[in-house]
């Protein structure tokens, strides 16, 4: 591993490291649980690439089932969330009415 | 040649970190749930390819080919859904202030579907059904 290598892989860590605290306020903040959902989604996506990120600088495949696995079931988080949060009664603004998020 | 491969897949890394960076940035500067999801979706989904790509390039075997080749292939299965599922709960829960959105051509549509006689839909003016009604 060179030093370019080295550098360009610890700016990717880095812009990973921010977005992940970018994701954890926006699930203790969001004003609504989707927010949270979503930013759940985003933790999740970020584990993936720390663990690429990993792989390619140790050179090991043996933690590439993490990402594998983390994409194929990381959405469900996010699904149940929409899927049991969600508002019960079916309320749906007509055209041109001002909804509750209006100010 | 090895070094350049190297070198490359750091590169791949590096895209995909930036646009899971991209992805952050947009929780932050977009003011509702329909906008954040924007960027929630669709680089992040390059993003995780991207550096499926620069694991498969960096670590030379042939079970990262394989690992990396399934991880996009169900990446880009289940990302348009938990995309699809977040996007509806937002809208019909009325979190998405109607002054965010240029044209709602959903409310168009449902509008007319109301106004459609149907037995099983409610007459249009009602607002609220039984709660276990989410099939429409």
């Known amino acids: ?103 | 040649m090895t070094a350049v491969l190297d070198l490359v897949s750091a590169l791949f890394v590096l895209v995909g970190a930036f646009m899971c960076f991209a992805a952050a940035v947009s929780l932050v500067r977009y003011p509702d749930v329909l906008g954040k999801l924007h960027a929630i979706t669709k680089p992040q989904s390059l993003g995780v390819m991207a550096i499926a790509i620069g694991v498969a390039l960096g670590v030379r075997t042939w079970w990262a080919l394989s690992v990396a080749i399934i991880t996009i292939v169900f990446q880009l299965l289940t990302s348009p859904v938990a995309a699809n599922m977040v996007a509806r709960g937002a809208y019909r829960s009325g979190i998405v202030p109607s002054r965010n959105l240029n044209v709602d051509h959903l409310a168009e549509d449902l509008d007319e579907a109301d106004a459609r006689p149907d037995r099983l839909t409610p007459p249009p003016g009602g607002n609220s059904e039984p709660s276990g009604d989410h099939t429409r």
């Open chain 1, 1 to 103: 591993m060179t030093v370019v290598v080295n550098a360009i892989l610890l700016l990717a860590a880095l812009l990973l490291t921010i977005s992940a605290l970018v994701a954890i306020q926006r699930i203790a903040v969001g004003p609504s649980q989707l927010d949270r959902s979503i930013g759940s989604d985003l933790m999740v996506a970020v584990v993936i690439g720390s663990v690429g990120l990993w792989a390619t600088w140790a050179d090991q495949d043996t933690e590439i089932v993490i990402p594998l696995l983390l994409s194929m079931v990381g959405f469900t988080g996010a699904v149940s969330i929409a899927r049991l949060v969600s508002e019960r009664v079916v309320y749906r603004p007509k055209s041109g009415e001002k909804i509750r998020g209006d100010r």
